[in-house]
């Protein structure tokens, strides 16, 4: 089965922290994605890197930045939290080939609180 | 990408079929229909997803209409364990999936 494993299940930063959040996936997917949830906004698209050091913007990028350096993992950078990015987070990846028609697998989520 | 929508809550009994209705009549010819789903504090699951043929696996049937502007997807005997929030999407060429709101079903005992 694949395996998507982000690093923490919930994080508390404070106002102006840099906060990573970290995602590793074990099925040598190329591409990997950042999602954010909030009630009644349902998941929102931050940013995919569908290469090693290749990232595009999604929906909701201000605020973000995201690194790929290994195809497996991909961080997602809050430079200066604020409390509007309290949040869950949401990773996930999949296979480029055939790119319509390759599930996204999601790990757990990190459940993060800006205080 | 084409949007879908689904109604925002159901209820069904335990060892009934559970039928789970998506509308996407703005969908184009190479977009896939893919469900999820997500059970409380956890990321989404993987259901099934089609283009045009109804397909079935472990988990659910998929029915998708003939015009491909609705689909079905059916739990031939929901359990407890089913209870979660539903998602319908599209998906074409882009690297996009525009997730809604979903239907939270209800599995009652």
């Known amino acids: 089965d694949v395996k998507v494993t982000q690093s923490s299940r919930y994080l508390v930063k404070r106002t102006g922290e840099k906060v990573f959040l970290e995602c590793v996936q074990d099925?040598?997917?190329?591409?990997m994605f950042w999602y954010r949830q909030d009630p009644g906004l349902g998941l929102r698209l931050i940013y995919f890197s569908y290469d090693v050091k290749m990232k595009e913007k999604g929906d909701i990028p201000e605020g973000y930045s995201v690194s790929r350096e290994k195809k497996e993992r991909f961080s997602l950078i809050l430079e200066s939290a604020s409390t509007n990015q309290t949040s869950m987070y949401l990773c996930a990846s999949s296979f480029q080939t055939r790119v319509r028609d390759s599930p996204l697998h999601f790990g757990n989520g990190t459940r993060l609180t800006v205080t | 990408d084409a949007k879908t929508t689904q109604p925002t809550s159901m209820d069904c009994a335990e060892g009934r079929a559970a039928n789970l209705p998506c509308n996407h009549s703005t969908i184009s010819g190479n977009e896939y229909v893919y469900w999820y789903r997500q059970i409380h504090s956890q990321g989404p699951q993987y259901i099934i997803h089609?283009?045009?043929n109804n397909e079935t696996n472990e988990m659910a049937s998929l029915i998708i209409t003939e015009d491909r502007k609705s689909s079905t997807l059916i739990l031939p005997h929901a359990t407890l364990r089913d209870t979660a929030v539903y998602y319908c999407?599209?998906?074409?060429?882009?690297?996009?999936?525009?997730f809604g709101t979903g239907t939270r079903l209800k599995v009652l005992a």
């Open positions: 099925m040598d997917h190329e591409n």
């Open positions: 999407i599209v998906v074409s060429g882009t690297y996009k999936y525009i």
């Open positions: 089609g283009l045009k």
